[in-house]
T-cell receptor, first 114, second 113 residues
């Protein structure tokens, strides 16, 4: 079955450490997205990518970095510069950014800073 | 802010009753979408209604859109315990891609057996 796989599901980090969240899709979608979800809030866009080797900042990119070396993969690194990284992170994709904007989501990764 | 606002924030009903959730927004939209999120999971797309549509059905779901009032409602009929989840509206804007989808804060629905 086609879908988006996020790993790990749970991750604990000490302050000052970088961590990388994995996102892999086999939907042949061009566009991929990373969202952050905090309790009682809607989703906020961190980064998105329309095509391999290209990505754009979203609304809350500070303290995060991404890469898009393969169409299927869009890993997110939460750096030590992110002041409040404890959150639920969701990866999503669409066939393309323009014209088809129904998102398919992964199951999420919960990051906790100790 | 263009953010959609959802009402109520939480809703608890008995199994078999209907559940209604509302979403309001501030600027003209291209379409409005509803998503469902089970606790600790990703969001799942339920239904999309375009700005030129007034009502749409999918199984036990009924979505209405009133562009004059800039509001939408999601009705779940004959609720089941399995409908317990958070429901989010997301608004898409004219000439904007998926990266500009704006999500509301969600309605947490609890169906009591």
């Amino acid at each position: 079955d086609g879908g988006i796989t996020q790993s790990p599901k749970y991750l604990f980090r000490k302050e000052g450490q970088n961590v990388t969240l994995s996102c892999e899709q086999n939907l042949n979608h061009d566009a991929m997205y990373w969202y952050r979800q905090d309790p009682g809030q809607g989703l906020r866009l961190i980064y998105y990518s329309q095509i391999v080797n290209d990505f754009q900042k979203g609304d809350i990119a500070e303290g995060y970095s991404v890469s898009r070396e393969k169409k299927e993969s869009f890993p997110l690194t939460v750096t030590s510069a992110q002041k409040n990284p404890t959150a639920f992170y969701l990866c999503a994709s669409t066939p393309r950014v323009w014209g088809a904007n129904v998102l398919t989501f992964g199951a999420g990764s919960r990051l906790t800073v100790l | 802010s263009q953010q959609g606002e959802e009402d109520p924030q939480a809703l608890s009903i008995q199994e078999g009753e209907n559940a209604t959730m509302n979403c309001s927004y501030k600027t003209s939209i291209n379409n409005l979408q509803w998503y469902r999120q089970n606790s600790g999971r990703g969001l799942v797309h339920l239904i999309l209604i375009r700005s030129n549509e007034r009502e749409k059905h999918s199984g036990r779901l009924r979505v209405t859109l009133d562009t004059s009032k800039k509001s939408s409602s999601l009705l779940i009929t004959a609720s089941r315990a399995a409908d317990t989840a958070s429901y989010f509206c997301a608004t898409a804007f004219p000439a904007q891609g998926a990266q500009k989808l704006v999500f509301g804060q969600g309605t947490r629905l609890t169906i009591n057996p």
